[in-house]
């Protein structure tokens, strides 16, 4: 009985090892349909915790080796960012950029040899810092340097990028102007909605309990607060478009070389090549309808515009501002990310991953499972 338990567990062993890694296997197939349409290399962005998985984790090595990078997210401990940051990856997604700034330059002088490029991105700006996705958290981003403005796109009745993590514009973030009531039963879905009918009538600067750091006081955010002005926006905390995203960071630069801050020479540099990480808010669900939101629970059905529409406004957007060379679209939907490969070849793509278990279901088109 012991023999037959000893080569069970050989076989078991044996099957393990030869089992294909599925985000190597994603990021091979992956990198095959770039290179077949002419495109940038795609990038691997998988959660943090599959860094750290027992079986099947992501294997940094193994990406690359396919000539890949690997950027993470979302990290916000300062151990764990080291333990990461360690492991040789490219870069690191947090809603905390200042903590990680700090926990990179400690991890460099354990380790002279990662790398000077290592991209520190601002989760949604600096979530941790200021209200997500809006000017002032864009600005407390590139205050702590981020090499990389991390966010979420939607697409408005009238086809503009709108900033934005949801479908719509969420209670627990935006309240009306004018102090009407707002929430999930009166929710505005992006798609149903112009971006000037959206600026004229939200501001989302409501702070979020799960983290205590956050502020929304404007003292704070002197460059959003010239911005808007210079924009003519209601509030420095109206939802924005990805083109404005794109104005605020030369307007920050400009800003700081004006300025007498003691870190106005670094912030400016910085800010004139900052990078963009742009994600399609789109899953591959089907069309939910009008039906109302009922909470803050993962989506199962889209309410947004199909994914043809959805690559075209963004890339389009990023294609006028000339920020090619310097944006990123990632997504959960690989379908957006296959139709900017064959469609705007010169903007790189991120594929953004979860669960493994996923990567093997009709959640991934075909060609990559």
Not at 144 to 160: A, F, M, Y
Not at 197 to 216: A, G, V
Not at 261 to 271: E, G, T
Request: charged share 20%; with cysteine.
């Amino acid at each position: 009985m012991s023999r037959i338990i000893f080569w069970s567990a050989v076989a078991l062993v044996t099957a393990e090892a030869v089992m294909p890694n599925p985000f190597t296997s994603l990021m091979s197939a992956a990198k095959a349909h770039a290179v077949a349409n002419h495109a940038e290399l795609p990038t691997l962005s998988p959660v943090d915790a599959s860094l750290l998985l027992t079986n099947p984790k992501v294997d940094v090595a193994e990406i690359h080796a396919l000539g890949l990078k690997i950027i993470p997210w979302t990290t916000n401990d300062p151990v764990r960012m080291k333990q990461i940051i360690g492991l040789h990856v490219d870069g690191l997604i947090s809603d905390r950029p200042d903590l990680l700034q700090q926990a990179l330059a400690e991890a460099r002088v354990a380790d002279p040899t990662i790398p000077a490029n290592f991209d520190v991105q601002g989760h949604r700006g600096g979530r941790g810092l200021r209200p997500e996705n809006t000017l002032p958290a864009f600005e407390a981003g590139l205050d702590n340097l981020i090499s990389t403005i991390e966010t979420d796109t939607g697409v408005t009745s009238d086809h503009h990028s709108i900033i934005w993590h949801d479908q719509f514009l969420n209670p627990e973030s935006c309240r009306r102007a004018d102090g009407q009531p707002y929430n999930y039963a009166n929710a505005v879905w992006h798609r149903d909605a112009t971006l000037a009918e959206l600026q004229s009538t939200f501001i989302c600067d409501k702070l979020h309990p799960k983290f205590p750091d956050q502020k929304n006081e404007l003292t704070l955010s002197p460059v959003a607060v010239a911005f808007a002005a210079h924009e003519h926006l209601a509030s420095p905390y109206t939802p924005i478009s990805a083109d404005q995203l794109f104005r605020f960071a030369v307007f920050y630069a400009d800003f700081y070389r004006a300025s007498k801050h003691p870190d106005a020479a670094k912030r400016a540099a910085n800010a004139a090549r900052v990078h963009f990480n742009l994600e399609t808010k789109i899953l591959p669900f089907p069309d939910g309808g009008t039906s109302k939101p009922t909470g803050n629970e993962e989506p199962t059905t889209n309410h947004t515009v199909d994914p043809q529409t959805f690559v075209t406004t963004l890339c389009s957007t990023i294609t006028r501002a000339k920020m090619e060379t310097r944006s990123d679209v990632q997504s959960f939907d690989f379908r957006t990310l296959q139709l900017v490969e064959e469609q705007f070849p010169k903007i790189q793509t991120v594929y953004l991953t979860s669960d493994p278990k996923l990567l093997s279901t009709e959640m991934v088109p075909a060609n990559l499972r």
